[in-house]
C-alpha cells in the first residue's frame, strides 16, 4: 500500500518553458503533500508543504512564483516550475502523508528535468 | 532551524562486514524515520522509530533511537552489494510538524 505516482520521470526541454510535475496518492488520501529538490549524491532538500485546499508553505529562500504549487484534491498535487532555467535542472521528488504526527511520508520515484 | 547531523557521508566496504551510520542532533524529534534511496528514484521508507531507546530490526538491520530522542543510528550487519544506496535519515518534531528534516545521507558502496 501506500504508492505515490509521480509524472513524468523525466523532462528535457528549452530554457523559458514551463514544466508541470503530477504527483498522485494512488491508494490513500493525501492531506499533506511535500516537494523536494535533490541534488546528485545529496540529500533532499524541501521546497515547500502542500495541504489539500489550501495555499502551500513554501521553505526560505523558495520563489513562490517561480514554483507553483496546486493542491486540489486529497490524490493530487502539482509543482509548476515556470519560465525555468539551466539553473532549475535538478531531481524533484514529491511526497504525500495522510497527516498527524509521526505518519511517514511516501515518496514518489522522482522527475529529472534538464532545461537546456 | 532544526538540523540533523548523518555520519558518515561516504562508506566503501566489502561484503560481509558491518556497518555503523549515525544521525545526531541538539534537538528532540518526535519520530526519527530511515530511509533507502537508489540512483533515479525517490526514498523507500525503512522504518518509523518513535519512542526514547527504541530498537527495531529488519532483518540484518537494526534501527535505535536515542534515550533522549535526539539521535539515532542504523546498524548493517554482514554487509551484501544490494545494500549498496543512499541511506538517509529523516526526523520529525518541535514546530516542524509533519515536515521532516533530513540528514546529508550516506552512500554506501558494498563491493562483492
Known amino acids: 500500500g501506500a504508492v505515490v505516482s509521480q509524472h513524468p520521470s523525466r523532462v528535457i526541454c528549452k530554457s523559458g518553458t514551463s514544466v508541470k510535475i503530477e504527483c498522485r496518492s494512488l491508494?490513500?488520501?493525501?492531506?499533506?503533500m511535500f516537494w523536494y529538490r535533490q541534488f546528485p549524491k545529496q540529500s533532499l532538500m524541501l521546497m515547500a508543504t502542500?495541504?489539500?485546499?489550501?495555499?502551500?508553505?513554501?521553505e526560505q529562500g523558495v520563489e513562490k512564483d517561480k514554483f507553483l504549487i496546486n493542491h486540489a484534491s486529497l490524490t493530487l498535487s502539482t509543482l509548476t516550475v515556470t519560465s525555468a532555467h539551466p539553473e532549475d535542472s535538478s531531481f524533484y521528488i514529491c511526497?504525500?502523508?495522510?497527516?498527524?504526527?509521526?505518519?511517514?511520508?511516501?515518496f514518489g520515484d522522482g522527475t529529472r528535468l534538464s532545461i537546456l | 532551524t532544526q538540523l540533523l547531523e548523518q555520519s558518515p557521508q561516504f562508506l566503501s566496504i566489502q561484503e560481509g562486514e558491518n556497518l555503523t551510520v549515525y544521525c545526531n542532533s541538539s534537538?528532540?524529534?518526535?519520530?526519527l524515520q530511515w530511509y533507502r534511496q537508489e540512483p533515479g528514484e525517490g526514498p523507500v521508507l525503512l522504518v518509523t522509530?518513535?519512542?526514547?531507546?527504541e530498537v527495531k530490526k529488519l532483518k540484518r538491520l537494526t534501527f535505535q533511537f536515542g534515550d533522549a530522542r535526539k539521535d539515532s543510528s542504523l546498524h548493517i550487519t554482514a554487509a551484501q552489494p544490494g545494500d549498496t544506496g543512499l541511506y538517509l535519515c529523516?526526523?520529525?518534531?518541535?514546530?516542524?510538524?509533519?515536515?521532516?528534516?533530513f540528514g546529508q545521507g550516506t552512500i554506501l558502496t558494498v563491493h562483492p
Open positions: 534537538s528532540v524529534f518526535s519520530s
Open positions: 491508494d490513500f488520501q493525501a492531506t499533506t
Open positions: 522509530v518513535v519512542t526514547g531507546g
Open positions: 511526497s504525500a502523508s495522510w497527516g498527524g504526527r509521526n505518519q511517514p511520508q511516501h
Open positions: 502542500s495541504n489539500e485546499g489550501s495555499k502551500a508553505t513554501y
Open positions: 529523516a526526523g520529525e518534531g518541535g514546530t516542524s510538524y509533519g515536515k521532516l528534516t
